[in-house]
C-alpha cells in the first residue's frame, strides 16, 4: 500500500472515530467468506458500519481522533475489525445473535460512551446498556406512575361513595 493511500485511510478512519460515540473491535479473521457476508448483510441492515482494519492504522487514527480510548490500544493484535453504530447495545446484540450460527465473532473490546470494555466477558454487559430514548421513556414511566396510582385511587373511591348513596337512596325508610 502507498503512502497516499495509507495517509487518506488514516483520515477516513479518523472522521469515522470522531463521529462515532460507540466502537466495537473485534476479530473475524476465523470465518469463511460466506459467514462474512452473512455478517456484513446483518451489519447493514442493522445500521452498523463493519470495517477490517490493520492494527497500526487504526492505532494512528485512534490517537488522530483526539478520544481517550484507554485500554484498547492493548487489543490491537492479531486480526482486527470495526464495528461502529448510532446505539451503544446493537452491535452486541448483533454479535450474540450472531453466534447462534457461528461463534467466529470474537469482541476484543469497545468502547461505548467515553467507556472503555475490554474483553470477551464484556459482551453481556455491553448488551446491558441502554439506549437514550430507553433512558427516557423509563424516567417517564416512573414519574407517571405515582400520578396513575393517585387518579386511579380517586377514581376507584368516587365508585364506591356513588355505589353506597345509591344503595342508601333505594333502601325503604
Known amino acids: 500500500m502507498r503512502k497516499e493511500d495509507?495517509?487518506?485511510?488514516?483520515?477516513?478512519?479518523?472522521?469515522?472515530?470522531k463521529a462515532?460515540?460507540?466502537?466495537?473491535?473485534?476479530?473475524?479473521s476465523d470465518m469463511t467468506v460466506e459467514t462474512t457476508g452473512k455478517l456484513r448483510r446483518l451489519c447493514f441492515k442493522r445500521d452498523v458500519k463493519l470495517v477490517v482494519v490493520k492494527n497500526t492504522l487504526l492505532h494512528k487514527a485512534m490517537e488522530?481522533?483526539?478520544?481517550?480510548?484507554?485500554?484498547?490500544?492493548?487489543?490491537l493484535k492479531g486480526h482486527t475489525s470495526i464495528m461502529i453504530a448510532e446505539q451503544g447495545n446493537i452491535p452486541a446484540k448483533l454479535i450474540k445473535e450472531f453466534r447462534k450460527t457461528s461463534d467466529k465473532v470474537k469482541?476484543?473490546?469497545?468502547y461505548v460512551e467515553e467507556m472503555t470494555f475490554?474483553?470477551?466477558n464484556q459482551l453481556d454487559a455491553?448488551?446491558?446498556i441502554k439506549t437514550k430514548n430507553e433512558l427516557i421513556?423509563?424516567?417517564i414511566l416512573m414519574l407517571n406512575s405515582p400520578a396513575r396510582n393517585v387518579i386511579s385511587a380517586l377514581q376507584s373511591g368516587g365508585q364506591k361513595i356513588s355505589g353506597v348513596l345509591k344503595t342508601l337512596s333505594?333502601?325503604?325508610?
Do not use: C, H, M, N
Open 170 to 173: 333505594e333502601r325503604p325508610a
Open 118 to 120: 475490554v474483553g470477551e
Open 20 to 28: 462515532a460515540k460507540y466502537l466495537y473491535i473485534t476479530d473475524i
Open 126 to 128: 455491553l448488551i446491558a
Open 6 to 17: 495509507k495517509s487518506q485511510l488514516i483520515e477516513t478512519l479518523t472522521e469515522d472515530l
Open 107 to 110: 469482541l476484543k473490546g469497545a
Open 64 to 75: 488522530k481522533s483526539g478520544k481517550d480510548f484507554g485500554d484498547l490500544y492493548d487489543v
Open 137 to 139: 421513556a423509563d424516567v
